[in-house]
């Protein structure tokens, strides 16, 4: 049976995310990323189990535990490369 109307506008953003390439990596990051950076940063790119999408959701997931802080600025969130390597620092297993 051809999907409905309803069905095909329901596949917008989410299914677009999820196709949606990783773009290339930066040779070297800045002090200041967006979160695609920041996930690629963190080699989150390299894993093979994430989008682009579903990397900035688990980034969020580690802001909302306290664990990763980001800076919101220009009605945006970005991450100090500082941060990020606090973070792996504390991940760092002894």
């Given at each position: 049976?051809p999907?409905?109307?309803d069905?095909?506008?329901?596949?917008?953003?989410s299914?677009?995310e999820a196709?949606?390439?990783?773009?290339?990596?930066?040779?070297?990051?800045?002090?200041?990323?967006?979160?695609?950076?920041?996930?690629?940063y963190?080699r989150?790119?390299?894993?093979?189990?994430?989008?682009?999408?579903s990397?900035v959701r688990?980034?969020n997931?580690w802001?909302d535990?306290?664990?990763l802080?980001a800076t919101?600025?220009a009605?945006?969130?970005?991450?100090?490369k500082?941060?990020?390597?606090?973070f792996l620092?504390?991940?760092?297993?002894?």
């Amino acid at each position: 049976m051809p999907k409905q109307t309803d069905d095909i506008l329901t596949e917008t953003a989410s299914d677009l995310e999820a196709a949606r390439p990783w773009p290339e990596r930066p040779s070297i990051f800045p002090d200041l990323l967006t979160p695609i950076e920041a996930a690629q940063y963190l080699r989150l790119d390299e894993l093979g189990c994430h989008t682009p999408a579903s990397a900035v959701r688990t980034l969020n997931f580690w802001r909302d535990k306290g664990q990763l802080k980001a800076t919101k600025f220009a009605r945006r969130v970005w991450y100090r490369k500082s941060e990020l390597n606090q973070f792996l620092a504390v991940k760092t297993e002894n």
